[in-house]
């Protein structure tokens, strides 16, 4: 959420109400109050910021490399450097993310996914025009950094949530309720909640600590409200409840009356004397009605629809315990949806436990509301010859589904509602949920009870959960390789496997690079990838060798493409094929993809010194490689590594970046982020 132009009014027009802080010296001014007359030290006395961990990912996120998905490892010690900081000055830190997307709130998701993908675009333009990464004015984040950076955070030891509602009202209802110290974020609503002060993370300097404090009385001063009318003020300048377009005729007269009112009006830019108009018509209307105890003045002349809707956006301010939320505030709790008669009250509170606790994502809402979205990832909308990733991994969403919907059953006469998917991808207008059924994982009679598997203890239970892993990515003949190769590994090529059979125009370089990632980059430090040379061959031939038989037998033959053909670009006559139709009517198309457009691969220096050092290793005979054997890569048995495996053409450092697999990540992603 946010208030439209109420930051630049604070920023630009009230310099009275930003103060510079200094956040040490805020800790040991918060400690001194709170111990007073206290012998110990626990949670309820160290100072403590809640931090909008969604707010932060634009300044976490500072590798330069950005485009090919990002340096994870780099990407990790920006982190911890971060977390380090604020720890060395006896801070406390409690992370906050997104968990869900509101109903009331969707169509301002869909506005903002549209203008992302815009966004998106310009930046394949830029580099199909000039063969470079566009610079920070055309920066979007890699895809999934926000599904895995809470993940990151728990791996260093710090308290992670992840939201049932709006994560701005978790935050401020947290930071109320435990006395924190601040809300470190960049979000005007903080201002309207009254609950912590806000610190703005866009203005911190982790090296000093320091940063600008929005101060709240003082804007109320400034603009002659009291600190229970902000939540008006905010929804009439248009919020995410309360769009600006529906409160629009409201500020055009606060504007005209403003204008006449004040002789000498506000020197700031037209934003600011918005918010003073729009305060000005606030503090009118309960001057005129004292005795007015509502949520909305009666003498506000709205009609009764923008009435309720305002009464809703108000309600969306007022944190537990404040008054007026006994009221009528219940119908902002979620309601009991038709998906959760499907699963034992032991299971619903499992899955809200493991979602708060950011230690999931994607399955609280399928299983409380049954809906599921994702947003904009790194794709380009102008290349018609791959697929989405929202349709690659399609086929893998539904199996899932169907191992959480279908337990205990055959899943042949279940007549279970569809996964409503607010998926971002080329071709959908998201104007309407796309509408995925379930699908079994094909189990011999009925599937294993989902209360079985996610709390049976025994061997067989966890034979059976290793097994509905691999038959979601379709790679039960992987089940041999359990325990003797690591678990990251093993999920790696599970993951490359069910890429390379739902796209056909993956060639053998493009799983050669997939797969190199997994095999050389899980053990390396930030330092050690800057300067990564080739290695860890045995495994990766070990791992390439079971992907190819396993591709081979579902009549998947991948083909080497090692270099471009010479001829001009062409451009697909229509635009952008409409994905929807082409699922729906034709299938996948083949073609060549961006190698068929003439585009020149460029081999980095370093991949081009690997390939000589594996020669002058002695490993090239004949034409094949011909490697040490790999002791944790074996058939059940001895590993037989005599039998050349198929050459390699060389490996491509050419990543496409459409599947959430780059080549300086240290683990794959999961599917459907």
Not at 505 to 511: A, F, G, K, R, W
Not at 563 to 591: I, L, Y
Not at 628 to 640: I, K, S, V
Request: charged residues 20%.
């Amino acid at each position: 959420m946010g208030v439209k132009g109420l930051q630049y009014f604070m920023d630009r027009c009230c310099p009275e109400a930003c103060v510079t802080v200094n956040l040490r010296e805020m800790a040991r001014q918060h400690v001194a109050k709170n111990q007073q007359g206290c012998t110990t030290t626990d949670n309820t006395t160290s100072p403590t910021l809640v931090v909008d961990g969604m707010a932060c990912l634009r300044h976490w996120y500072s590798c330069k490399d950005w485009v090919c998905g990002g340096q994870w490892r780099e990407y990790m010690d920006v982190l911890k450097s971060w977390v380090e900081a604020f720890t060395s000055a006896g801070i406390r830190l409690v992370f906050f993310f997104d968990g869900v997307v509101e109903e009331q709130k969707r169509q301002e998701w869909v506005k903002r996914r549209r203008r992302v993908n815009g966004e998106v675009s310009k930046m394949f333009r830029h580099m199909k025009a000039h063969g470079e990464q566009p610079g920070k004015e055309l920066f979007c984040l890699p895809s999934g950094l926000a599904s895995f950076t809470p993940f990151a955070l728990r791996s260093l030891g710090q308290e992670v949530f992840c939201s049932v509602r709006e994560a701005d009202y978790e935050i401020a209802s947290y930071a109320r309720q435990h006395g924190s110290m601040g809300i470190l974020g960049q979000d005007s609503d903080f201002i309207i909640y009254d609950s912590a002060l806000y610190l703005s993370v866009a203005k911190l300097r982790i090296d000093s600590l320091t940063t600008v404090m929005y101060h709240r009385q003082r804007l109320c001063q400034t603009i002659g409200l009291t600190v229970t009318q902000l939540p008006l003020l905010a929804c009439l300048l248009g919020n995410d409840v309360v769009s600006e377009e529906q409160m629009q005729h409201i500020r055009n007269n606060a504007m005209a009356a403003y204008r006449i009112n004040s002789p000498v009006p506000h020197s700031g830019a037209p934003q600011g004397q918005m918010v003073l108009a729009v305060s000005h018509l606030v503090s009118s209307l309960w001057d005129r009605e004292e005795q007015e105890t509502g949520l909305i003045p009666q003498s506000l002349n709205l009609s009764a629809p923008h009435r309720e809707l305002l009464k809703r956006g108000v309600r969306s301010y007022l944190l537990p315990g404040q008054e007026a939320l006994q009221q009528d505030d219940m119908s902002a709790l979620p309601s009991a949806s038709a998906f959760e008669k499907h699963f034992s009250p032991k299971i619903l509170k499992a899955c809200r436990e493991k979602h708060v606790a950011a230690e999931g994502f994607m399955v609280y809402s399928v299983v409380f509301e049954g809906v599921t979205e994702c947003s904009n990832t790194l794709e380009d909308e102008e290349n018609t010859e791959l697929l989405p990733q929202a349709l690659v991994y399609k086929p893998c969403r539904q199996r899932i589904y169907g191992l959480l919907l279908l337990h205990g059953h055959d899943g042949s006469s279940v007549d279970l509602p569809a996964i409503r998917e607010w998926f971002v991808y080329s071709g959908n207008p998201l104007k309407e949920p796309d509408m995925v059924h379930p699908v079994p994982l094909g189990f011999p009679g009925d599937q294993p009870s989902l209360d079985l598997l996610w709390f049976g203890t025994s061997p067989e239970v966890s034979a059976l959960r290793l097994t509905s892993f691999l038959s979601i990515f379709d790679c039960q003949e992987y089940k041999e390789l359990y325990g003797a190769i690591e678990d990251s590994l093993l999920a790696a090529l599970c993951l490359v496997t069910y890429i390379v059979l739902q796209v056909q125009t993956l060639s053998q370089e493009d799983l050669d690079a997939y797969l190199s990632q997994a095999v050389c980059l899980r053990l390396k430090s930030p330092q050690e990838l800057q300067q990564i040379k080739s290695s860890c061959l045995s495994l990766f031939l070990c791992l390439r060798e079971k992907l190819t038989e396993t591709c081979s037998k579902r009549s998947r033959v991948l083909q080497s493409r090692p270099n471009a053909p010479e001829h001009s670009h062409k451009t697909t006559p229509g635009g952008v094929q409409n994905w929807r139709e082409r699922e729906m009517f034709g299938g996948h198309r083949h073609g060549g993809g961006w190698r068929e457009r003439g585009e020149a691969r460029r081999y980095p220096r370093e991949y081009e010194n690997g390939e000589r050092l594996w020669e002058r290793r002695g490993g090239m005979r004949g034409g094949h490689f011909h490697p040490a054997p790999h002791p944790n890569c074996h058939d059940g048995g001895p590993q037989n590594m005599s039998r050349p495996p198929n050459r390699s053409r060389g490996p491509s450092y050419r990543n496409r970046g459409r599947y959430q697999l780059s080549p300086r990540w240290s683990q794959p992603p999961a599917p459907g982020t």
